[in-house]
């Protein structure tokens, strides 16, 4: 679980950098599919990050607005500030907590339930998911994408050979 969580923190600042030499402009334009542009859409990957891991501590959540977050630098700051209450969840995952059950109150009134591992999970998938969507757009605008590839980052160093 840690292993995919590095990955996309690895993949994700990986295009805070690549979106360094892209205007704030191009950013921002509206595209299709998607939360709508690519500083967007890295924000959202952010903010849905972190209202899960609140929820699943049983924390406050609440939802930011994109308008306060319109530069790449901001964005950035806001991870940085989300980041110091992800990592440490993150990285205390252990095994017992696969089961756990966290209840989704609807506002319907509806309740539904899912293991905290399942939660985790599509937190990961989330983002994987938004990543693609940037690559096509990146691809679009005539810049290759960043490397979507989890071998070679060395997220993994228990095999021997590895250091």
Not at 94 to 114: A, C, K, M, S
Request: aromatic letters at 12%.
């Amino acid at each position: 679980m840690q292993t995919f969580f590095q990955y996309n923190w690895m993949v994700r600042e990986q295009w805070y950098e690549w979106c360094g030499d892209i205007s704030e402009e191009e950013l921002l334009a509206t595209r299709i599919g998607g939360v709508g542009s690519i500083l967007k859409t890295l924000f959202h990957i952010v903010d849905v990050e972190w209202s899960w891991i609140q929820v699943l501590q049983g924390k406050p959540d609440f939802q930011e607005d994109f308008e306060r977050y319109k530069t790449l630098q901001q964005v950035r700051e806001l991870d940085a500030k989300f980041h110091t209450e992800v990592e440490p969840f993150v990285t205390a995952w252990h095994e017992g907590l696969e089961q756990r059950i966290f209840e989704d109150h609807l506002p319907d009134g509806r309740i539904v339930t899912d293991a905290w591992g399942e939660v985790m999970r599509h937190v990961i998938a989330h983002e994987i998911h938004h990543v693609g969507q940037l690559s096509v757009w990146a691809r679009e605008i005539g810049k290759p994408p960043v490397s979507a590839n989890l071998i070679g980052r060395g997220l993994i160093n228990s095999l021997p050979g590895k250091a």
